[in-house]
């Protein structure tokens, strides 16, 4: 595996809507921004990738950032509460691979994937993916088909359910939770 982990991310959280109010600039994890801003409206993503979260110690609903302008990503991503936490992503330079479960605790059918998956119902003949085994790689999944709906940032490591240990068990209506499409997050998003 070849992980680089190098200072190259920096995003700037701004407490209004159009980089507008006082400003914090990250340029590596942060669990709780409560002590540098009293709420995040906008960012600025200038390099590196990124996961937020809408509630501290990276729990919540998770959202994806790359490179650009966000002035009201509330409304572009359909959010009805701030940004508490982030967790930068490591650039991954080499092979992406995951195994899928049909059920929690490595259950049912499996599959082993090297690329993104944007149906598992019509590419493996899965009812849904409850747990998995990322060998190798960043994966972003995906709860409904063609990347859309809740998301979650996957890293290497084994996952046996997704409703613990995820930082999404605290949240009501979480447990059980399944995905149905998958992504790789490129070096090339950099």
Known sequence: MSTTNMNMGKIIFYEDRNFQGRSYECSSDCSDMSSYLSRCYSCRVESGCWMLYNRNNYMGNQYFMRRGEYPDYMQHFGMSDCIKSCRMIAMHRGNYRMRIYERENFGGQMHEMMDDCDNIMDHYRMSKCQSCNVMEGHWL???????????????PGEYSNFSMGMGMGAMG???????????RIMDSWY
């Open 141 to 155: 999944m995906y709860e409904q088909p063609h990347f859309r709906g809740r998301m979650m940032y996957m890293r």
């Open 173 to 183: 209506g979480m447990s059980g939770m399944r995905f149905m499409s998958m992504r």
